[in-house]
């Protein structure tokens, strides 16, 4: 057994949730947030039998896609020491980042 940690964008999360579920696969969403743009992301966290393992993966990948996305970002205003104006610049968000870990035992109560 694997379990599958997914940190993904809130964005791509509810859609994700509902591929995995209407598959078969059970999972667990947690609330997080992101350190770069500090941004909500979705952490998602499923057990999966081996034989199950690509097919989850398979999901991920298709809803998870990369996309550009402006965003502000501070620059420091001419002439003025600590004042910051945002200008906006092009940032990558969404995909995923996967964990994957060896299940020794599984325990359902």
Not at 47 to 75: L, N, T, Y
């Amino acid at each position: 057994m694997k379990l599958i940690i997914a940190i993904v964008q809130d964005e791509d999360a509810s859609r994700l949730v509902s591929n995995l579920m209407n598959e078969g696969y059970s999972v667990t969403k947690l609330a997080t947030t992101g350190g770069f743009l500090r941004a909500g992301n979705t952490t998602l966290l499923l057990g999966v039998d081996e034989d199950r393992f690509d097919g989850a993966m398979k999901i991920i990948e298709k809803v998870c896609r990369s996309r550009k996305q402006i965003a502000p970002s501070p620059s420091p205003m001419a002439g003025s020491t600590g004042a910051y104006v945002p200008y906006p610049i092009e940032v990558m968000v969404g995909g995923a980042t996967v964990f994957v870990l060896n299940v020794e035992q599984f325990i359902k109560l």
